[in-house]
């Protein structure tokens, strides 16, 4: 959902919950959201151990309709939706045409001429008119961000939790797919997806539904000890488990093929846009990698810090700091792909001193299957 506050900052359906309920709030990339409530750490561990709740309805929703629909979607994301049944996800990208991300985005089918797409919330308007810019079908393109908002409820805990709230059979809903059904009496699309590496779930609803929803979520998971969590635990989570996020790991300067998402390229598909660009680098072969690292030093790494490789500029951090799952503190950076193999001795410029860091395999963090 897209609205303002005093024509500065935008604001989500639940704002005025969250400053109800305490939640301390920043600018996020012109967004007035929840950083924390309890605690980053404290947010963290529930997700991890029981459950907890964001508030995600900054991100954007674009809709895709008509009789070529997938022609534009398979043309315009790298991924191939035609593989895609009723009530599956993927996740995709769009790119430019020299390769570089515009975006990397979730890909619903929800009927063989409708596609419901996910977009960053900085991105929802580039890439609504990048898409529109592609299209030579026989389809539409809507900006759908007004009609939603979205809610997640990630981490062991959560399929109990929401269980309580909707008559869908979670249990059938596998991941990374989802069903149309009602939430509290209300219209809800439910998604097994997240961005947490755990199990959970996302719900597109309309607006003015989400308050209620949040705090009957609240109710359904005080037996379990569900948390309301920011911006900041999201981002510890995410950074565990080695999720991409767009301006850190991901731009318009770094290819899939370089940020160790070449799994999303569907190159039997056919032609798409940015294909040659990756062709073409996949025939000179990727000179950067994106690699894991764990800090064997004193020092935290941010984002930014630059990477040393036997004392000579090689990289930069893309995404660091704690990972309270496991009691290390990480990170996420690109160096020459001869340097980015796990094992590899590395050092990172805390404050302009050289701090020893190693590179490690990932994700940091996975969990456990049930």
Not at 165 to 188: H, K, M, N, Q
Not at 293 to 314: Q, S
């Amino acid at each position: 959902m897209i609205c303002y506050r005093e024509g500065v900052l935008k604001v989500t359906a639940l704002n005025e919950t969250h400053r109800r309920m305490g939640a301390r709030m920043v600018d996020f990339g012109g967004w007035d959201m929840p950083v924390q409530y309890s605690g980053i750490l404290e947010e963290h561990h529930a997700v991890r151990r029981a459950v907890g709740m964001f508030d995600v309805s900054h991100m954007g929703e674009i809709e895709i309709r008509g009789p070529e629909a997938l022609q534009l979607v398979n043309y315009a994301a790298t991924n191939d939706a035609s593989r895609l049944s009723i009530g599956q996800a993927q996740y995709s990208a769009l790119l430019y045409e020299h390769g570089g991300f515009v975006d990397d985005i979730l890909v619903h089918k929800v009927a063989p001429d409708h596609f419901f797409l996910c977009v960053n919330a900085a991105n929802q308007e580039k890439d609504f008119e990048h898409l529109r810019s592609l299209n030579r079908w026989d389809c539409e393109v809507e900006f759908a961000s007004p009609r939603y908002a979205q809610i997640a409820i990630q981490g062991p805990r959560a399929q109990e939790t929401l269980a309580k709230l909707t008559s869908v059979d979670l249990a059938a809903i596998r991941y990374y797919w989802f069903a149309d059904g009602e939430v509290c009496g209300a219209p809800a699309r439910i998604a097994r997806t997240g961005y947490t590496g755990e199990d959970g779930f996302e719900l597109y609803v309309a607006p003015q539904h989400a308050p209620r929803i949040w705090d009957a979520a609240l109710s359904a998971g005080e037996e379990f000890g569900i948390k309301p969590c920011g911006l900041g635990a999201r981002n510890t989570l995410r950074l565990e488990a080695k999720m991409a996020l767009y301006g850190h790991e991901i731009d318009a300067t770094i290819t899939p093929l370089e940020a160790g998402l070449a799994w999303i390229v569907k190159f039997d598909k056919g032609d798409f846009h940015g294909r040659a660009a990756l062709d073409k680098q996949k025939a000179t072969g990727v000179r950067r990698a994106l690699a894991g690292f764990e800090m064997r030093g004193r020092g935290i790494a941010r984002d930014g810090y630059e990477v040393l490789v036997e004392g000579a500029l090689a990289g930069w951090v893309t995404s660091g700091g704690p990972a309270p799952s496991l009691n290390k503190n990480v990170g996420l950076c690109y160096l020459p792909l001869e340097a980015a193999s796990a094992g590899r001795s590395i050092q990172v410029l805390v404050r302009n001193q050289p701090v020893e860091a190693v590179t490690v395999p990932t994700p940091f963090y996975k969990r456990a299957k049930a």
